[in-house]
């Protein structure tokens, strides 16, 4: 009775994975993809662009986070990291300072930097220590990115494992996350 009980949960949780009327998600970033598709800057301003990326994130905290953000952003930045989609600026600032309210330290080492004309592609680690954490959660990832003429981040879209990177590290819910994965 206990496996098909979990059986029978588990397909509930899987079949609330389906993406909601409208497209969800997808359709979002399709949206913001076709509405912000970048310039191709040149060898140089690509490589500068890219550099305030590995500034912004080498150590965050609320100072950098102030200091630099409009260095980095376009005022109408579409920016999603798999937890939460924002538009503009001052909310991605906003989203950052409050994330800092939980964490003790946010560093991010890009591996490698990509390009295929005014698409640029990181490959990252980074290590987040959460306050209370006995030890920094660590993950890899990608980040797409396009600019603007001025080098400003105007479409930031990451790709990386959530469930490992972050939920699996929260209490209750990482014992869940565990459970379905091993059940898979």
Known sequence: MKKILATLGLAAALAG??????????AEFQKAAATAPGVDLSSSEGEAAAARFRDFFQ??????????????Y??????????????????????????????????????????????FYVRWTMDVGF?????????????????D??????????????AAGFYEHL????GVMRWIKSKI
């Open 149 to 162: 003429r001025d080098g400003r981040a105007v479409l930031h879209q990451d790709f990386w494992d959530t």
């Open 131 to 147: 306050k209370g954490a006995k030890e920094p959660v660590r993950t890899i990832g990608v980040t797409l990115l396009r600019f």
């Open 74 to 119: 376009a005022e109408d930045i579409w920016f999603n990291d798999t937890l939460k989609t924002l538009r503009g600026r001052a909310a991605v600032e906003a989203y950052f300072l409050k994330t800092m309210d939980h964490v003790d330290s946010f560093q991010t080492q890009v591996d490698d930097v990509a390009r295929s004309g005014g698409n």
């Open 171 to 174: 209490p209750v819910l990482g």
């Open 17 to 26: 994975c389906g993406a909601p009327s409208g497209g969800g998600y997808p």
């Open 59 to 72: 150590n965050v905290t609320p100072e950098s986070i102030r200091e630099k953000t409009a260095k980095l």
